[in-house]
T-cell receptor, first 111, second 114 residues
Framework: TQLLEQSPQFLSIQEGENLTVYCNSS?????LQWYRQEPGEGPVLLVT?????EVKKLKRLTFQFGDARKDSSLHITAAQPGDTGLYLC???????????FGTGTRLKVLA | DAGVTQSPTHLIKTRGQHVTLRCSPI?????VSWYQQVLGQGPQFIFQ???????GRGNFPDRFSARQFPNYSSELNVNALLLGDSALYLC?????????????FGDGTRLSIL
């Protein structure tokens, strides 16, 4: 069974601080997605990474896919209260159409 | 354009009953996936349908079933409800449901079992 472990599970920081969230697995994936989910809403896709070592930036968010395509990180610079939410990584299980989501990191940014 | 719409938004049922949840995908999207999200956890994959055919199934009992209609909308049915079925049920649509493709989620149906 392919598992995606995310760390940390919870994170509470002050506005303006930087943070990094990790998504790890022992399996290799062809691509990996990051989503953010706010209370009462469905997840919203932030980015898809495809190539090992790939780095993508979305304003203050930087996403990196591991060289071996087994892990990924999300770095937020100068966090703002609007960044508060549940961050989820997700992959499509190899050879199937089954999607697997990570355990999630719940981020709270205090003003 | 309208996003993915799900109905109802909230539902309360008792043990043993059955429930039908509905999902309308984004116009043009042919794939619909269903997920169960228990409080504090990531979504768990239940089904994926593409062109009215089941293309993927997660580790859920046979009490869970789904179907996709010619207009690509979908229903998720759950029979013999258990307390543990209480969760947020999410629907996601995409063009093909293939690898790496973006999924667009609805805001879910909150199901509570008493």
């Amino acid at each position: 069974t392919q598992l995606l472990e995310q760390s940390p599970q919870f994170l509470s920081i002050q506005e303006g601080e930087n943070l990094t969230v990790y998504c790890n697995s022992s399996s290799v994936f062809s691509s990996l997605q990051w989503y953010r989910q706010e209370p009462g809403e469905g997840p919203v896709l932030l980015v898809t990474v495809v190539t090992g070592g790939e780095v993508k930036k979305l304003k203050r968010l930087t996403f990196q896919f591991g060289d071996a395509r087994k892990d990924s990180s999300l770095h937020i610079t100068a966090a703002q209260p609007g960044d508060t939410g549940l961050y989820l990584c997700a992959v499509q299980s190899s050879g199937t159409y089954k999607y697997i989501f990570g355990t999630g990191t719940r981020l709270k940014v205090l003003a | 354009d309208a996003g993915v719409t799900q109905s109802p938004t909230h539902l309360i049922k008792t043990r043993g009953q059955h429930v039908t949840l509905r999902c309308s995908p984004i116009s043009g999207h042919k794939s619909v996936s269903w997920y169960q999200q228990v409080l504090g956890q990531g979504p768990q994959f239940i089904f994926q349908y593409y062109e009215k055919e089941e293309r993927g199934r997660g580790n859920f009992p046979d009490r869970f079933s789904a179907r996709q209609f010619p207009n690509y909308s979908s229903e998720l049915n759950v029979n013999a409800l258990l307390l543990g079925d209480s969760a947020l049920y999410l629907c996601a649509s995409s063009w093909t449901g293939g690898p790496g493709g973006p999924q667009h989620f609805g805001d879910g149906t909150r199901l509570s079992i008493l």
